[in-house]
């Protein structure tokens, strides 16, 4: 067998590989007063990538190569998209933030870039094998990202703490894979499928196992509760950008596998993913955000309210699934809301930095009345947050209509419950990031900021904020936007 | 061929590096004992592989890829392990909790 | 093939013992010193010796046991082996099987190595409980002792080569715990380290040729590799050179031959008794054992790779035996002597001496233990390892000194000493074989091991004691395992006086000699009388230019020692460099390594002990973090204060603390398992 290539479609990896080739030797001759260029020229791949991206994406062909393995269709299209503008932004958020403290840089920006590599990896994997090992090329350098403030005491626990849960997932998950490969006899999402009609009902139970093994996997890097864990302390002791990248890219790219492997292998077996997923869902949204409530440092608020997102996005699925309905509007609108979601915590991650450069602190208590010293970053922070809470006419609002569309026609009993659930969480929800927004806007400032205080954001940063603003703001008014996005990755898992 | 010993065997294994994982204090113990569940993976995959017999020995290609990741990820925790030591002084697991709640 | 060689047992004798309790059951053997580790791990602590006595009876039993094979063997001749198949696995599309089995030999060359290990043990075992008294962890040294006994009989009871590298592999494991007993100091984790890498590099080869072989004939088996080796045309003499030289890589690193000896003279660092057990007698002769096993595959097949192999043996024989002369350690001095015998071994067994190699490790097992012995309880009474902190010792350690004398006579090669035998064998076949050059190295070789060992005793025990301590002899129960070994080193030659026929009692050849396979093996009819001459005169040469140079007085002692031989001695010193090299290669590794196992040392025996704590602690923890605390949050609720609550309930669930974490991960992969089994 001979496997052509179809160099096209490889493109976009090809372009971040020898990104990282160049940063590497970059990195090797450049002093340390120069070290930024690394950064340049990962923004540089990042922003080249795209590029053949658009091409493939105009002329509506799918790509297959390696026997079915490696595919590029719309919906790895639209996540490869999605992927590298999360790590654009994120490689903006990243420049001020590591030039500042005595990072090592060039290491810094080739470790996103391999993570961005493996994310673009992953969303053309149709096999366990490639899923694999696109998912841990993903992860392995966030492990390290995670530590990068060496000194730090948190930021150690931090990378400790994700490591250890993340290595436990992963055997999880790769237990998981080794039964279902040992049942079925292939790696392949479709070769799973078209074998498990003929799986011996004495086998069933190993099925079952194997299945919710890989869910549980998949569970851990969406941070669904109770694999939530590392969230909270990982988020609050990486360095900001590294937590960005975390909870948008990194949960991406689990809800990437989640779905891709859930809809194209065990399509028939929603009755078993189903309720796992439904009862993930509900316990993700429920026990974060009333976690969230008592939160007074922001990064660890932000990160109950993505594991509590993380359980929004699971809901449409989970609802489809439990319902017996085709799934492919809980797809959908899966989707879209991970695009608004991406793009939303994304800009309140940029506003969290600035804002903490601004103020001194991560406290919430340090941010009052930072509306009235910083007016532009504070209405940021409100349009990122409320966004979040999901208030019309800012794009989150849509996430959430998507999402209670998708749950409600599918019906029945199981489906009700949890969109009942999820509309009570969402107005718990709303309290948390209200209460940042009030601080922000109508506590009276504090005499003197904190110790850390330094000069405004820079340029970079601030792009970061302005396009994700943007992005929030016109999805927010044009949904239909966000929706293309959707429906287009649904309408090729369905075709084929 | 009946391979049900050696799912069994991997069964134990993970389970006794689930165990590990959740007992010992020290960071590299638990690394010990994920490696020990990675290879009851590999074992699971292997034995499979044999009963299957596929074509391009998917099993087998498997487990070289698990074996190859699971040292990159030792090669990563080590690191981290490291790390926490010069800090801390001490690589005992229990004492790593300045963040909570 | 040399007309004057005899082909070794080709027909089976009348009175061959094939059945029977004592052969039938001779796997306890193999087994009885691991259930002594298991006992000593559970309960050691509590006994008197701290678990020694378990160690000490299970090679008592052994020692029993093996004593009746040995004479079984030594008057009729024994021949048994059981295997049990535990794996068939087919390959090539199933064009081929490969059987994987477990069990015991027992045949001469088995029993002499069961008999060797059990009772060499068994005194060394007796002789640690003085040695180690009050060291801070005897009961682990003597579990790993035990461990360590246990994989060596199952190396040397193996009917097969997968069996055996499991047994190889465990003495690998325990010598690294053993020579790292005293790990608090750095050097001796690194000794550790370095003997566990140089094997594992060996290592390659040998699991490489095992598999070679395997795959060529079906199976791992030794009768079975025998026979077809001898049969000719069969699928092995393909591959036969390649798998004999990656076999023999392997051999080299266990058996310390040039150039992979280097972790031998660093193993010191261990305990003397763990030197004198697997250093001297036993461990390290498992490379030659090996040669022996796979004879009729060098004989037959791979006669290309044995001149390398001669050669090699030839190098390490004089080269090492040379640098034995600079060291100021007694105990290097021993170890370096040890590679130079093991050099000896080696290019015997591959010149086609089967039963001189044998015999010279059977011989030199005796006198090299009581050697190790004899130093430890020096160094013990002077509390130094250095020859310059003793002198004069002859005064107050008489027995050690008269069986230290016994044992260097014997290994110099002095008549009527066992060595002499042994060593005088070697070099006859040396020279039938038509190596005469190395043979005249052998000879050489016997010349400097009379000069180091001369220089050793001299300085130890003659002279005037320079130290500032009270050296007194050691108790008894370190002397009369010196006295046990010294007997046998002192006429253990006798059992093989070539032409001499002792009634009732077979000959040594037919002792050894591995099933009905014709093998080409030369066992002198009649001693070559000028040959003896000229080694034994060789060896007074030594003795006497060593007395010469260091026995006489004190002064004139430690001025010899100083002599320098302008660019030979730093050579010496300095080992040939080739250290240096090999520590260069292994740096970057080795301190992760090291200290993570290091962390498992201390960690086992409690860890077991207090198995059940850990588990009754871990529940708890999970129970607590996880139940308990999750109660508070099942106050569900519409009001602000009542959610707010309970939003502080729910953060509790995060405790902080990764075992919780992931305790509370296991739990809901459980829950969420149950859960859907449940509801579908």
């Known amino acids: 067998m001979s496997y052509t290539i179809d160099w096209l479609a490889v493109a976009p990896e090809l372009v971040v590989v020898v990104g990282i080739l160049v940063v590497l030797t970059l990195d090797l001759f450049l002093s340390r007063r120069e070290k930024y260029w690394t950064g340049v020229v990962a923004v540089m791949t990042v922003s080249i990538a795209v590029v053949p991206l658009i091409i493939m994406a105009a002329d509506d062909v799918t790509r297959a190569m390696f026997d079915g393995s490696y595919v590029v269709d719309d919906f790895s299209l639209v996540l490869k998209g999605l992927f590298l503008v999360a790590g654009y932004l994120v490689l903006l958020m990243s420049v001020t933030y590591i030039e500042s403290d005595r990072y090592y840089e060039g290491e810094y920006y080739l470790l996103l870039l391999v993570s961005i590599l493996g994310s673009l990896v992953l969303a053309s994997s149709r096999d366990l094998i490639l899923l694999f090992i696109g998912l841990e090329l993903t992860t392995g350098p966030l492990f390290l990202l995670a530590g990068w403030r060496k000194g730090d005491a948190k930021s150690n626990e931090a990378a400790l703490k994700y490591f250890i849960l993340g290595v436990l997932s992963t055997a999880m998950l790769l237990y998981g894979m080794s039964l279902v490969y040992g049942l079925t006899g292939s790696v392949r999402f479709v070769g799973i499928r078209e074998a498990i009609p003929s799986i011996a009902a004495v086998q069933e139970p190993a099925l079952v196992l194997g299945v919710l093994l890989m869910i549980v996997g998949f569970g851990f890097k969406v941070s669904a509760v109770p694999f939530h864990f590392w969230a909270p302390d990982t988020y609050e002791g990486a360095p900001t950008p590294v937590t960005a990248y975390l909870s948008v890219s990194s949960k991406t790219a689990g809800f990437v596998a989640m779905l891709s492997v859930v809809y194209l292998a065990f399509g028939d077996l929603t009755d078993i993913w189903g309720p796992a997923l439904w009862l993930l869902a509900a316990a993700s949204m429920t026990v974060a955000n009333l976690s969230a409530l008592r939160q007074n440092n922001i990064v660890r608020l932000m990160a109950y309210s993505s594991v509590a997102h993380a359980g929004f996005m699971l809901v449409p699925f989970a609802g489809a699934a439990v319902a017996g309905q085709p799934l492919s509007e809980g797809l959908s609108a899966t989707v879209t809301y991970l695009v608004i979601y991406a793009l939303m915590n994304l800009g309140a991650f940029a506003v969290v930095i600035a804002g903490a450069r601004r103020t001194g602190t991560g406290e919430i208590e340090g941010w009052a009345g930072f509306g009235s010293y910083a007016p532009r970053q504070g209405i940021l922070l409100a349009v990122f947050f409320l966004s979040l809470a999901g208030i019309p006419p800012l794009a989150g609002w849509f996430a959430k209509f998507v999402m209670f569309q998708a749950v409600i026609t599918a019906g029945g009993t199981a489906a009700i419950w949890l969109a009942i659930i999820a509309a009570l969480n969402s107005v718990i929800a709303f309290f948390y990031y209200a209460r940042v927004v009030k601080t922000v806007w109508m506590d009276p400032a504090p005499a003197e900021l904190g110790e850390e205080a330094t000069a405004p954001a820079t340029g970079a940063l601030r792009l970061a904020m302005g396009l994700a603003a943007v992005a929030v703001l016109v999805i927010g008014v044009f949904p239909g936007i966000s929706a293309f996005f959707g429906e287009a990755t649904t309408r090729i898992l369905n075709g084929g | 061929m009946i391979i049900n010993q050696f799912l069994i065997l991997a069964a134990l294994l993970f389970s006794l590096g689930v165990y590990g994982l959740l007992v010992r204090r020290n960071a590299v113990m638990v690394l010990l004992a994920v490696e020990l569940m990675l290879n009851a993976v590999n074992i699971n995959l292997i034995a499979f592989e044999a009963a299957i017999r596929s074509t391009l020995a998917v099993g087998q290609v498997f487990a070289i890829f698990v074996i190859t990741v699971a040292a990159a990820e030792v090669g990563i925790g080590l690191a981290i392990v490291i790390l926490v030591f010069r800090n801390r002084k001490s690589a005992n697991v229990d004492e790593l909790n300045l963040m909570k709640w | ?660 974490y992931a305790a509370s991960f296991v739990g809901g992969v459980v829950v969420l398992v149950l859960a859907v089994v449940i509801f579908r």
């Open chain 3, 1 to 660: 093939m040399n007309p004057l060689l005899v082909l070794a047992a080709e027909e089976p004798a009348a009175e061959l013992v094939t059945g029977g309790i004592w052969v039938e059951w001779a796997g306890l053997i193999l087994i009885s010193p691991f259930v002594a580790f298991l006992l000593i791990i559970f309960f050691g602590k509590r006994l008197k010796y701290l678990g020694a006595e378990f160690a000490i009876a299970a090679l008592a039993f052994n020692t029993v046991w093996a004593s009746v094979l040995f004479v079984l063997n030594m008057t009729r001749g024994v021949l048994y082996e059981r295997t049990f198949e535990i794996a068939r696995i087919g390959f090539l599309g199933g064009a081929k099987e490969l059987v994987f089995e477990l069990g015991w030999m027992v045949d001469g060359l088995s029993i002499m190595m069961y008999f060797l290990v059990s009772f060499v043990g068994l005194l060394v075992f007796i002789y640690a409980v003085g040695y180690m008294h009050g060291d801070v962890r005897v009961t682990w040294f003597f579990a790993a002792f035990s461990l360590f006994a246990g994989s060596m009989l199952v190396l040397v009871g193996a009917p097969n080569l997968v069996e055996l590298i499991i047994g190889w592999e465990g003495v690998g494991l325990a010598s690294y715990l053993l020579i790292g007993h005293y790990w608090e100091k750095k050097e001796n984790s690194s000794a550790g380290m370095k003997a566990f890498y140089t094997n594992k590099v060996a290592d390659v080869g040998l699991i490489l040729g095992a598999i070679i072989v395997g795959v060529s004939i079906g199976t791992f088996s030794f009768s079975e590799m025998s026979r077809l080796a001898t049969e000719g045309g069969n699928g092995l003499a393909a591959v036969a050179s390649v798998a004999a030289a990656l076999l023999f890589f392997g051999a080299m690193g266990k058996s310390a031959q040039f150039p992979l000896h280097i972790w031998l003279p660093d193993a010191m660092a261990g305990p003397t008794p763990v030197s004198a057990l697997m250093h001297a007698a036993t461990m390290v002769t498992g490379g030659v054992y090996l040669m022996a096993r796979t004879f009729p595959l060098y004989q037959n097949l791979a006669e290309g790779v044995r001149p390398a192999m001669v050669v090699i043996g030839a190098i390490t024989l004089f080269a090492v035996g040379l640098l034995a002369l600079v060291q100021d350690d007694i105990k290097k001095v021993l170890a370096y002597s040890t590679v130079s015998q093991l050099g000896y071994m080696m290019t015997a067994v591959a010149a086609g001496g089967y039963t001189a190699g044998l015999f010279h490790l059977f011989t030199h097992a005796f006198f090299k233990a009581l050697l190790f012995l004899g130093a430890g309880a020096v160094i013990h009474a002077v509390h130094s390892n250095n020859m310059s902190d003793m002198g004069g010792l002859r005064k107050y350690m008489p027995t050690t000194y008269w069986t230290f004398v016994i044992g260097s006579l014997a290994l110099a090669g002095i008549f009527p000493f066992s060595g002499f035998w042994s060593k005088d064998e070697i070099l006859a076949t040396l020279g039938v074989e038509g190596y005469t050059f190395v043979m005249w190295v052998g000879i050489g070789g016997a010349f400097v091991t009379a000069l180091y060992m001369m220089r050793a005793m001299a300085l130890t025990f003659h002279g005037t004691y320079k130290g500032d301590g009270h050296p007194h002899e050691a108790p008894r129960v370190m002397t009369w395992p010196l006295i046990g070994l010294a007997v046998p080193a002192a006429i253990a030659g006798f059992l093989n006086i070539p032409g001499v026929e002792w009634p009732g009692i077979r000959n040594f050849t037919e002792w050894l000699a591995v099933r009905v396979v014709k093998m080409g093996d030369y066992h002198p009819k009649e001693i070559d009388v000028t040959l003896a001459a000229i080694g034994l005169a060789a060896a007074l040469a030594g003795l006497a230019v060593g007395w010469v140079l260091f026995g006489r007085d004190a002064a004139t002692q430690r001025e010899r020692d100083r002599l320098e031989i302008p660019l030979l001695y730093p050579l010496f010193r300095k080992k040939y460099y080739v250290d240096d090299l090999a520590l260069g290669l292994v740096w970057l590794v080795k301190a992760p390594f090291a200290r993570a196992v290091l962390w498992f040392n201390d960690y086992v025996i409690d860890g077991i002990v207090n198995g059940t704590g850990f588990l009754a602690r871990g529940l708890a923890r999970f129970v607590y973090g996880g139940l308990d605390q999750r109660g508070v949050d099942l106050i569900v609720n519409g009001l602000a204060a009542a959610t707010d609550a309970a939003g502080s309930g729910a953060r509790r669930w995060q405790s902080g603390r990764i075992q919780g």
